[in-house]
């Protein structure tokens, strides 16, 4: 069935006006209550999720590498700290290299250490969208290679399998076995 530009402008405005009318008399979900524990006598309060911020996507760390998501994230305790504005510290992230579904890949292994900047808001409602996502600043600081104990690089390669690299010919892995 083939239907005229009005015809599909119409239809389209219909299914807007449906969704709005949807929007408008769904049912609102009544207000979340922070929730509370008293430990001896300190009361912690949660109050949700607090701060968003965000990392460019084509970040890249001193290496050259797409910065990407992370497997894990800690705090070092002894950086953090209260400031006039919020808190600061430092974090270290793993970054996660995702799935290898065709063998494995020369990725060296690493740490990202980020610079954490929190500002959190006592009334988020009462500040503008575009603001309430900026209150935390995470700039990457410093990109840390693992290495073994001999000093030698982590990778991501197999070390039964032979590979081979733009800048070198051919570079084979075998498992060490202890003498």
Request: hydrophobic letters at 40%.
């Amino acid at each position: 069935m083939h239907m005229s530009a009005r015809g599909c402008a119409a239809s389209r405005s219909l299914a807007m006006l449906l969704l709005a009318l949807t929007a408008w008399f769904a049912p609102v979900p009544a207000a979340r209550c922070a929730e509370t524990v008293t430990i001896g006598n300190l009361v912690f309060v949660n109050k949700a999720l607090v701060g968003v911020g965000r990392l460019p996507s084509d970040l890249r760390d001193k290496f050259g590498e797409t910065f990407g998501s992370g497997s894990a994230i800690a705090v070092d305790p002894k950086s953090w700290m209260r400031t006039p504005a919020g808190y600061a510290g430092t974090f270290y992230m793993l970054p996660d290299r995702g799935h290898n579904t065709e063998g494995t890949s020369d990725y060296r292994a690493r740490i990202n250490k980020l610079s954490i900047i929190f500002k959190p808001l006592d009334d988020p409602e009462a500040v503008p969208l575009a603001e309430r996502q900026r209150s935390v600043a995470a700039t990457l600081v410093d990109t840390i290679l693992l290495t073994d104990a001999a000093g030698q690089p982590l990778t991501g390669l197999d070390p039964d399998r032979c590979v081979r690299r733009p800048t070198v010919s051919r570079i084979c892995h075998r498992h060490r076995t202890a003498a």
